[in-house]
DNA sequence: CAGGGCGCGGCATAAAATGCTGTGCAATCA
DNA sequence: TGATTGCACAGCATTTTATGCCGCGCCCTG
């Protein structure tokens, strides 16, 4: 999980490029990051085994698929003892329908999203969760009624420009990059 | 924007399938649905066409790449008429470190997404929003202290179940699903 | 029961993935 | 400063995959 020194600005660009357009060939990420396909294909390789690219998804419109109701949950536990996250935790992460789970700071303990098939629905998990031995003290639901964007790319060149100002000395020829 | 009423069970197996693993082979795909090559390539084709799959991305462990830190954001707007949200909106768009926004119903208007390097960072652009005319009346931070997970595939196996039930009668062999 | 349409599997061709080899550049050391 | 070593690249050959085409069987309809 350390900070990898191991990247060049090539390796960033061929994990910009996979983020935006994970079904992209070879050939064609070989020619947008300016190698030819083999040593392409061998960053790839190694960036996937080393553990940048963790994985690779279809995105799914679902509200094509039926109705979908996105809810956002503030959950506060009633004890706060080392145990009483981590049980917290692995209770929530068996259930399909609360897609992501954060530990804040701040007025409240967890920010669970979940999606669900309706409020009727959402209801039957809650429901669950309080009779079950979650350890929940009061919790807070926020109907999600409209997504304006869900951006599936994160900001990595930025990243970019954090490094290039760190090194910038040693390093000219930043305008390439986009 | 319509449930499409089009897609029978091994449209919904190739969805899921490609939400978990979107960088399979065409040929692994066909196995896994119980299809042959061919048809199994025009059915997703078909589905990326009508707009069931938005896009295929690499999913990045972020961490490996330099520090980042996932802000929650609660802002309320001055005033609430129609058009007060749509150009916040259109503006939070071109943030790149704004990576979600939800309007929600409660007890304030959007619930934001924030990727950032770090607290200034996160700084910077917050005060970049209060300057810039985006209407906001206040808001408030959690920061993430670790997201114990994010599922990057939706729960539309529950689809199955639910679109099971209303047509249990006509639909004998379930049980292949899944 | 006959006709028509749809979706399937199989086949052939084009494209891509993947592994191998030789070469050039750069850093290291004498 | 010049020789050596190592690394990463491009090019090529082979295997695998994608993709379009064709004929067959099933189901729906008349």
Redesign the pocket.
Known sequence: MMPGP?L?R?DLKILAKLQQSGR???????DAV????????????RLEKAGYITGYGAYLNLHKLGEFLTIFTEVTLTEHRIGDFSRFESKIRKLDEIVECHLVSGGYDYLLKFMTRGVGHYQEIIEGMLEGDYGIEKYFSYVVIKSPFIKHHYPIQNLFSAKAAEREASDRDISELE
Chains 1, 2 share one sequence.
């Open positions: 191991k060049d090539i992209i060939t070879n050939v064609e990420l070989a300016g190698l030819s396909p083999s040593p392409c294909l061998t960053r790839a390789k």
